[in-house]
């Protein structure tokens, strides 16, 4: 709020136009995105971003994705986590993919969270791959910071987290 405060006029109406233009992509955006998936909220990117968060789930697998209101949606996601019920207490986190740091993968860390809740489910498990060992320090973080549990095994690269309610 402070930065507001020492912004000039020009930037203040360049934010309000950028603001606007969010708004009319998100509404051209909602209607696209409402025709094939669940849209399950609107949110804001770590830069203040609108984003339309959706869904597929067909009680066995949930994919959760994320797109961004700067662009025009043409049929894919920005961003996307993908999840498998594996019974009536646990969902598997299988795979996350979109650009890190943008505040997606908190965005649908939070939605899979009230899924599992809104069906009394009180587990979501995943996997740490070998695949994954170049980035694993952010992984951690990223997890801890979801109040996951992290449990890693250096000699074979891998892991496993698990977040109970």
Not at 35 to 41: A, D, T
Not at 114 to 129: C, F, H, K, L, S
Request: charged share 30%.
């Amino acid at each position: 709020m402070k930065e507001d405060l020492k912004k000039s006029p020009s930037e203040v109406k360049q934010d309000l136009e950028d603001l606007q233009f969010q708004m009319f992509r998100m509404q051209e955006n909602l209607k696209e995105i409402s025709k094939k998936h669940q849209v399950i909220g609107i949110d804001q990117s770590k830069e203040d971003r609108w984003v339309i968060v959706s869904a597929i789930d067909d009680g066995n697998l949930c994919q959760i994705m994320v797109n961004d209101c700067d662009t025009a949606y043409r049929g894919n996601w920005d961003f996307s986590l993908q999840a498998q019920y594996k019974d009536d207490n646990a969902i598997h986190i299988g795979d996350i993919k979109g650009p890190v740091n943008q505040g997606y993968g908190s965005i649908c860390i939070s939605h899979l969270k009230d899924i599992a809740r809104e069906q009394n489910i009180p587990v979501i498990t995943g996997d740490i791959a070998k695949r994954d060992w170049d980035h694993v320090d952010r992984l951690v973080y990223f997890y801890e910071k979801h109040n996951f549990d992290v449990e890693l095994d250096p000699k074979t690269k891998s892991g496993e987290i698990i977040w109970k309610d």
